[in-house]
């Protein structure tokens, strides 16, 4: 028998077998296609958690330099154990959430993150050289002015890149 006389006697069977192989590689297809949308679902998900975490952190680390009052600080009042407490608990979870955004960013956009930490851990810097400048001369006016301009120079830097990073998130997520 010759294939054209196959093809015109079974054609219907051939017909079927071709529809059956059709539906069985569109449903391979199918779910593929479905594990793709499902996977990038949920890593713009994660990232977008992951985003609102950094955010949650950074306002608490920028509320808590703001609301530090430097002058006990400064007059040795509270100790490095009670500053450091106070201090770092924000810090490092803003560093933690900002290591998990790794992750989610290229590091390109990563490193805008990176220079709001450094910006933070800059403010840190200020607050410990002047703590542990024993400058007698020096008056607590003084030095809580010194630590201030710092402070406000750092977070308006921070406040210019988080624009920016907005600015970025906006852009991916439409």
């Known amino acids: 028998m010759e294939i054209q006389e196959l093809l015109t006697t079974y054609w219907s069977q051939f017909t079927l077998l071709l529809l059956g192989v059709g539906y069985f590689i569109k449903r391979v297809f199918d779910n593929i296609s479905n594990k ?3 996977n990038h679902n949920l890593f713009q998900q994660h990232r977008l958690n ?3 975490k950094f955010f949650t952190s950074y306002a608490k ?3 808590m330099w703001n609301d530090l009052s ?3 600080i400064f007059e040795y009042k509270i100790n490095t154990k009670e500053m450091d407490k106070i201090i770092f608990t924000p810090i490092d979870q ?3 959430n900002i290591l998990e955004l790794q992750i989610y960013f290229p590091e390109k956009e990563h490193r805008i993150f990176k220079d709001i930490l450094k910006n933070v851990l800059k403010i840190n ?3 410990n050289s002047i703590y542990f400048s024993y ?3 020096t008056t607590v006016t ?3 002015n010194n630590f201030s301009f710092v402070r406000d120079s750092k977070l308006e830097e921070n406040e210019k890149l988080l624009e920016k990073l907005s600015e970025i998130i906006r852009k991916t997520f439409n």
């Open 36 to 38: 793709r949308e499902i």
């Open 142 to 144: 003084v030095k809580s």
């Open 50 to 52: 992951a985003i609102n």
């Open 94 to 96: 803003l560093r933690m």
């Open 61 to 63: 680390t920028e509320r």
């Open 70 to 72: 430097v002058i006990p």
């Open 125 to 127: 810097g200020k607050l």
């Open 135 to 137: 400058d007698k001369e």
